[in-house]
């Protein structure tokens, strides 16, 4: 049975952009599959008491290199969005609404740019509004999916659960048993894939 490798992420989490960017091509080479884990990354942080590298000046200072630097190994579109750090809380049930209804992947293909290479507002839900009408998705349905209960705890669960599996920060992947951290640590997800 192919291994898969669980995709543990936040859209406000630059380097979970960017691990995005390259897990599909990743898992496809492998012959592997994603399982999609949103989380609430500012109630993981509070649950393991982590904080954003925002409010840390000396490492928020060396992603602003680090970030363009990897968006141009990958090829991909970068800019580094003037509202953060945003509030992901709607996003985020979002994300998890669109598993439920299986358009997962066009909603991230709307969101994760909009935020990470438009450097667009998404904790300005007009803007959000905007974004997925642009994306040919249904936003007053989408907006009303997130208010549901079943949406809420399912966030709130993801987030617990991955926090007592160890994890401290977005993106966190797993493949079995072994997790790991950052999009930068991508080659050992494809050793693991691979193994």
Same mark, same amino acid.
């Given at each position: 049975?192919?291994?898969?490798?669980?995709?543990?992420?936040?859209?406000?989490?630059?380097?979970?952009? /960017?691990?995005?960017?390259q897990?599909?091509?990743?898992?496809?080479?492998?012959?592997? +599959?994603?399982?999609?884990i949103?989380?609430?990354?500012?109630g /993981?942080?509070?649950?393991?008491?982590?904080q954003?590298?925002a409010?840390l000046?000396?490492?928020?200072?060396?992603?602003?290199? @680090?970030?363009p630097?990897?968006?141009?190994?990958?090829?991909v579109?970068?800019?580094?969005?003037?509202? %953060?750090?945003?509030?992901?809380?709607?996003?985020m049930?979002?994300?998890?609404?669109?598993?439920?209804d299986?358009?997962?992947?066009?909603? /991230?293909?709307?969101?994760?740019p909009?935020?990470?290479? +438009?450097?667009?507002n /998404?904790? @300005?839900?007009?803007?959000?509004?905007?974004v997925?009408? $642009?994306?040919g998705? $249904?936003?007053?349905?989408l907006?009303?999916?997130?208010?549901?209960?079943?949406?809420?705890?399912?966030?709130?669960?993801?987030?617990?659960?991955?926090? +007592?599996?160890?994890?401290?920060?977005?993106?966190?992947? %797993?493949?079995?048993e072994?997790?790991? %951290?950052g999009? $930068?640590?991508?080659?050992?997800?494809?050793e693991?894939?691979?193994?």
């Open positions: 049975m192919n291994k898969k490798v669980e995709f543990v992420f936040d859209v406000g989490s630059p380097t979970a952009y /960017l691990a995005y960017t897990l599909p091509s990743i898992v496809a080479h492998a012959g592997s +599959q994603i399982v999609w949103p989380i609430l990354l500012g /993981l942080f509070k649950i393991v008491g982590n954003s590298p409010h000046a000396p490492k928020s200072a060396w992603m602003k290199t @680090d970030l630097r990897f968006a141009k190994r990958y090829g579109a970068y800019k580094s969005n003037q509202y %953060f750090p945003v509030n992901t809380l709607a996003l049930r979002g994300a998890v609404a669109t598993i439920k299986g358009n997962l992947q066009q909603y /991230l293909a709307a969101i994760f909009a935020m990470w290479a +438009q450097s667009k /998404l904790g @300005d839900a007009g803007v959000v509004r905007d997925l009408k $642009d994306a998705m $249904d936003a007053d349905h907006f009303e999916r997130i208010k549901d209960p079943e949406v809420k705890d399912k966030l709130k669960s993801n987030t617990e659960t991955v926090a +007592q599996r160890g994890a401290f920060g977005a993106p966190t992947f %797993f493949v079995g072994e997790m790991f %951290f999009q $930068d640590r991508l080659d050992f997800v494809i693991a894939l691979d193994s």
